[in-house]
């Protein structure tokens, strides 16, 4: 079974702009979830997608959002951007709600 | 906060168990631990969880103490493959949030 693909890798952007990162997650996984990761403040939760709905959210602006296709499928979009918002953005697949969480490799995102 | 203690740092020699502890003295009936690892800039891995029994599956072996204030993970071989930052979590079963909340870890260093 492939694992979960996160896209793009690597991103540079610039302060005020928006970004898309996408998430694949393992075939038969339904639940996903978006953390965030920087050397200050470590690994934080950003918001949990389960049947294409938000079920729970971390504590972050409304500039961060999300969705999740039919096809389990997830995209995060973080709007304004931030020279703050730079930091390793992690996707992680379940079966489903409470089960393990596998983790992708991540999006690197650089504000400039 | 997390709701976890565990050391900032260890040293394992290459070929010897690790035995990584952990303190939550603070658990409720109803939630798991899970243990993952970080190994530099890649996405967490999950290596193992338990209730209240101890478990063992191809990566480690997890001993949590009758009274489940503690948890001992154990890398029966350790390899300088295994040097990473290991995370230990609790996480609630049943309905409710899912979130993994990540605390500092312990830095494991094996060493040749």
């Known amino acids: 079974k492939a694992g979960v693909t996160q896209t793009p890798r690597y991103l540079i952007k610039t302060r005020g702009q928006q970004v898309t990162l996408s998430c694949s997650p393992i075939?038969?996984?339904?639940?996903v979830s978006w953390y965030q990761q920087t050397p200050g403040q470590g690994l934080q939760f950003l918001f949990e997608?389960?049947?294409?709905?938000?079920?729970n959210k971390g504590n972050f602006p409304g500039r961060f959002s999300g969705r999740q296709f039919s096809n389990s499928r997830s995209e995060m979009n973080v709007s304004t951007l931030e020279l703050g918002d730079s930091a390793l953005y992690l996707c992680?697949?379940?079966?489903?709600?409470?089960?393990?969480?596998?983790f992708g490799q991540g999006t690197r995102l650089t504000v400039v | 906060d997390a709701k976890t203690t565990q050391p900032t740092s260890m040293d394992c020699a290459e070929g010897r168990a690790a035995n990584l502890p952990c303190n939550h003295s603070?658990?409720?009936?109803?939630?798991?631990v899970y243990w993952y690892r970080q190994i530099h800039s890649q996405g967490p891995q999950y290596i193992i969880h338990?209730?209240?029994n101890n478990e063992t599956n191809e990566m480690a072996s997890l001993i949590i103490t009758e009274d489940r204030k503690s948890s001992t993970l154990i890398l029966p071989h350790a390899t300088l493959r295994d040097t990473a930052v290991y995370y230990c979590?609790?996480?609630?079963?049943?309905?409710?949030?899912?979130?993994?909340?990540f605390g500092k870890g312990t830095k494991l260093s094996v060493i040749p």
């Open positions: 992680a697949s379940s079966e489903t709600r409470g089960t393990e969480a596998f």
């Open positions: 075939s038969g996984h339904r639940s």
């Open positions: 997608y389960f049947s294409e709905t938000q079920r």
């Open positions: 603070t658990i409720s009936g109803n939630e798991y």
């Open positions: 338990g209730l209240k």
């Open positions: 979590i609790l996480r609630i079963s049943g309905a409710g949030s899912y979130q993994l909340t």
